[in-house]
């Protein structure tokens, strides 16, 4: 089959994408050939045989980007000329030199080690283009997890995410055209939760009034035995909000300590 196109290359799926007469088209592996309605005249295509990233310039020298058919402006990239990277970049020469443009931008954690989470842990994320990030979402196994400040920082507490295996996500959208940048890990939390450390304070915030040896209640909690003995009943009570009888409920932080101690053993 021949072609007129001002301009054609072959993607990693074996796509070929053609530029004509100001149109982007992709003729697929079927021999279908699909047109890209965008909002520019296009001018060059730049696609890599190994990767599946698509940079398209119009003749106005904007950019745009696409991956899985989302097309995207790409901002503070001007260029005289232009080439694919093998790993779908884009290396595009202008005054100042030769740039290297990524389809998404890098995304790495620190402070988070290949071991398990034994404590409470803070992790910072580094991200290189922080500046032109739009949203971040972080969390462990769906529940999400507050990502603040500059750069942004988030806390794993095995008190709150309980003992095991669990994966970590991390989600990070632009504003420079990029597409999303995405993370996920998996991690295990061990406990460090212990009666003296954690459980007997929680006792004299919330249950001491009743449960201790002067209270109403037959029922004490002023050591740790009853903790143990009594654990399935007391996560019980204070889950449905039963206990503190007459009180605000424990914070489910709080019931989180309670349930990662009795998962660990019952550590001293």
């Known amino acids: 089959r021949s072609s007129g196109a001002d301009a054609i290359v072959a993607d990693a799926e074996g796509v070929l994408w053609i530029v004509n007469d100001g149109e982007l088209s992709a003729l697929r592996r079927d021999d279908r050939i699909v047109v890209y309605p965008i909002p520019l005249t296009a001018e060059s295509v730049y696609a890599s045989p190994t990767g599946r990233d698509l940079w398209i310039r119009g003749t106005d020298g ?7 058919r989302i097309f995207r402006p790409v901002t503070g990239l001007e260029a005289t000329e232009a080439w694919s990277g093998a790993d779908g970049s884009l290396l ?8 290297l443009f990524r389809a998404r931008h890098p995304l790495a954690l620190e402070g988070l080690h290949d071991g398990p989470v034994l404590e409470t842990t803070s992790v910072t994320l580094v991200l290189p283009a922080q500046d032109h990030a739009t949203s971040i979402h972080v969390d462990i196994d769906g529940i999400a997890l507050d990502a ?7 806390s794993i507490a095995p008190g709150v995410v309980g003992l095991g295996d669990h994966t970590l ?3 990070v959208d632009y504003d420079d055209g990029t597409l999303r940048t995405s993370l996920s890990r998996p991690i295990t939390v061990q406990s460090t939760v212990t009666y003296d450390g954690e459980i007997r304070p929680l006792y004299v915030t ?3 009034d009743c449960h201790g040896p002067t209270g109403p209640s037959p029922t004490r909690l002023d050591s740790m035995a009853p903790w143990m003995n009594l654990s399935s009943r007391i996560l019980e009570n204070v889950t449905t909000g039963r206990m503190p009888l007459g009180r605000a409920p424990i914070p489910p932080e709080a019931i989180a300590l309670i349930e990662t101690w009795v998962d660990a053993g019952f550590p001293p």
């Open 62 to 68: 904007t950019f745009f980007h696409e991956l899985d």
């Open 92 to 99: 595009a020469r202008s005054e100042g030199g030769v740039s």
């Open 148 to 154: 603040a400040g500059t750069p942004p920082i988030f």
């Open 169 to 171: 996500h991390v989600d």
């Open 206 to 208: 919330y249950c001491a």
